[in-house]
């Protein structure tokens, strides 16, 4: 390869030289705080300075190969040390220094000791040149950029200050970040997920540790979270075969984890029956107390019935024949059995008022009200108004919902739905994403805010992005329902 | 725990400027004060010295390896003005091209995401930006953008080519229409975004105004398919920004101070899956920078931690010096 007839090319061991000589007075000049070598601010130095090296621009005293090989009126090491220290103790900023470089008049340049030792060729380039442009780089710096394998290449620390081993380095960026949360997490993740690789007794062990992780943590929704880790490990060992419409009884296995942490049966205030728009008879339920006379047969009844002497009357009543007043009685005195039956066997709308009769002594979040309204063929009012404090907990209701599903599969599948969304809008993201798995709701896309499941344990509505989920975390969790089911 | 897996010695002559892996981070790539271009083999832990690239009248200030498609070949730039891009034929690197459009130092090369072709932008301290096309047969046909920058051009980089929000987005079955921009920063203090028309002709887009000083590096994330786009940039004046643009039109960009440094940065580089940003500055630090939940940005490592101070040895140095 032909060698340029630029000048840079010879006086190499000159130009070593005068390098290392630079450094060497920067050093000394600018004593330990390196930080300050180039950024003070400074007048132009330089079109003051008899010494100035005109047409040579700052920076190309640190690469003397742009200095002319015979200029020796040009002393770079002392003119340079003193206007390093102008330059240090002025207030221009490099950069501005070097914008003035293009301000230097062209007629500096052309410097007669120095053509001479040109060749005409070179002369021409030079004058021909304009303003020198300034150096990229005028300082020692460390390039920097990654690998594509987790490297980090940047250049070694050595090669900074003697310039002799020039060393680059490639670092591991798993080594750099060994002590992050993510890393730790990511080595206790037996991934990737691909079937042939991973054993599932692996992600069931991962998943219960995380629901353990998360039923230790006090924070909201981490019960919740710990309910979903164990989801997971729930639908490895079946191997992911959960058929919910068709087989109760699996629904059931969803039950019992829903109800493992309801260890002690809320108990569900019972409510006096109401009155009941649909009651044949206006008047409200007359109160039991002694001296009121029974208006429709005049008798005064005892203060305090025994159940027997209530079935006496209630028979007593069906001897007249007064159905409605033989359930209104048995009603009042919680004889649900008998009025159910009877009631069952007369018009279906008595039979719904003898039902919602019995139903309304239910507290309104009692689990049974919820199955029964479902099986009455009403979406239940737990599916809007569950994850309310005084509500309750909604996993009962859930449950009772998942074991017991007969009749339309739809109603069932919408209610489900219905209770994940009313959760989701109270901001209880993993219970709303737990009744969205039960429903078979698919998950959807980040950018339709219309689906209701995208990432496991995540919401996409939220204007702020994700809940705190590391990015891994929720990639692999959004993913393994795919995997497995 | 020392992180360097591999410590590659140069034996450049003079300050290194650049140092860029390949794509299958199997080769290693440098570049000099000393006017060459090296490329080593990296693979497992070793050093082999493939070629040294002679070619260049100047220091060369920055490298950058193509796609693998197109086969082995790398750019590189120079104060002589010139970009030489080089190519591995049989087993042996030669110079393949040369342009020499520039009227001053040529500053920055950057590939543009393979998927376009091969393209390569290159900006100049003359203030312009070229962007040289292989059309074939050795041919090379060029564009230039006179006057991008005032004074001149630092840094230039390809936004990915990706359409922002893909990856999530439901398929639709055709083909994405890509739309060609980058981000280049020069010495009027600006970062300019800059967009291909459908007449071929390139037109600047966004001006991006934050530094009060020359900017010395621009970064576009590569993409993950989410609807963002992201640039970084950072400047003589120490500070670090993180630009991001959330509308697919790509119009709204607002800029995040990550960080002032005490002095000029140098360089700043996204990891491949664009969550963390490494930045280089006049203290010779490395220092890796990840976005919080919360969506500030924390620094997450000084590289040189565990192994010696970069700063703290330069300024023993100086003090054994005095």
Known sequence: ?485 | MVSVINTVDTSHEDMIHDAQMDYYGTRLATCSSDRSVKIFDVRNGGQILIADLRGHEGPVWQVAWAHPMYGNILASCSYDRKVIIWREENGTWEKSHEHAGHDSSVNSVCWAPHDYGLILACGSSDGAISLLTYTGEGQWEVKKINNAHTIGCNAVSWAPAVVPGSLIDQPSGQKPNYIKKFASGGCDNLIKLWKEEEDGQWKEEQKLEAHSDWVRDVAWAPSIGLPTSTIASCSQDGRVFIWTCDDASGNTWSPKLLHKFNDVVWHVSWSITANILAVSGGDNKVTLWKESVDGQWVCISDVNKGQGSVSASVTEGQQNEQ
């Open chain 1, 1 to 485: 390869m032909q060698r340029s007839p630029y000048i840079w090319h010879e006086d190499y061991q000159d130009q070593k030289y005068l390098d290392e000589h630079h450094y060497e007075n920067q050093h000394s000049s600018f004593g330990t705080n390196s930080e300050t070598r180039f950024q003070s601010n400074s007048r132009n130095p330089y079109k003051d300075s008899p010494a100035s090296n005109s047409g040579q621009e700052w920076p190309g005293e640190l690469f003397p190969g742009r200095l002319p090989a015979g200029a020796q009126k040009n002393k770079p090491s002392l003119a340079s040390e003193s206007n390093l220290l102008r330059q240090r103790e002025s207030g221009l900023s490099s950069s501005s220094y070097e914008l003035s470089q293009y301000i230097t008049d062209a007629s500096e340049q052309d410097d007669p000791p120095v053509s001479a030792a040109w060749s005409p060729v070179q002369a021409e380039f030079v004058s021909s040149a304009g303003p020198k442009a300034p150096m990229k780089f005028y300082v020692p710096h460390v390039p920097v950029s990654f690998g594509p394998g987790g490297q980090l290449v940047c250049v070694g620390p050595s090669s900074l200050t003697d310039g002799k081993a020039a060393l680059a380095e490639v670092h591991s960026m798993e080594v750099i970040l060994n002590d992050s949360e993510e890393q730790e997490e990511m080595r206790s993740f037996s991934g990737p997920l691909i079937r042939e690789d991973v054993h599932k007794v692996d992600i069931m062990t991962f998943c219960q540790q995380k629901a353990v992780q998360s039923c230790k943590s006090e924070t909201p929704g981490s019960k919740d979270s710990a309910l979903l880790w164990q989801l997971l490990v729930l639908l490895c060992r079946q191997n992911g075969m959960i058929l919910f419409a068709l087989q109760s009884m699996v629904g059931s296995d969803i039950a019992e984890l829903l109800m493992q942490d309801c260890k002690k049966l809320e108990k569900y205030k019972r409510q006096p029956p109401v009155a009941n728009l649909i009651s044949l008879t206006d008047e409200d339920w007359p109160v039991l107390s002694s001296g009121t006379p029974n208006l429709l047969t005049g008798e005064i009844p005892p203060s305090v019935e025994t159940p027997a002497q209530i079935v006496e009357k209630f028979t007593r009543l069906l001897y007249y024949g007064r159905k409605k007043a033989t359930l209104e009685w048995a009603m009042k005195n919680h004889l649900w059995g008998h009025a159910l039956f009877l009631s069952s066997k007369m018009d279906p709308r008595t039979y719904s008022w003898v039902m919602s009769g019995f139903t309304s002594t239910l507290a309104l979040n009692d689990p049974l009200q919820t199955l029964f309204q479902l099986m009455s063929g009403r979406i239940p009012q737990a599916a809007t108004s569950c994850g309310e404090k005084q509500w309750g907990d909604w996993r009962p209701h859930l449950a009772v919902i998942l074991s017991n599903q007969a009749g339309d599969p739809e109603l069932y599948q919408r209610a489900i739905v219905t209770m994940g969304d009313t959760l989701a809008g109270k901001g209880l993201v993993e219970a709303a994403h737990f009744c969205y798995l039960m429903a078979h709701v698919p998950f959807g896309h980040y950018t339709m805010k219309t689906d209701h499941l995208v990432l496991l344990g995540s919401s996409h509505r939220s204007v702020q992005g994700d809940a705190p989920w590391a990015p891994h975390y929720s990639i692999s969790r959004g993913l393994r329902p795919q995997v497995l089911l």
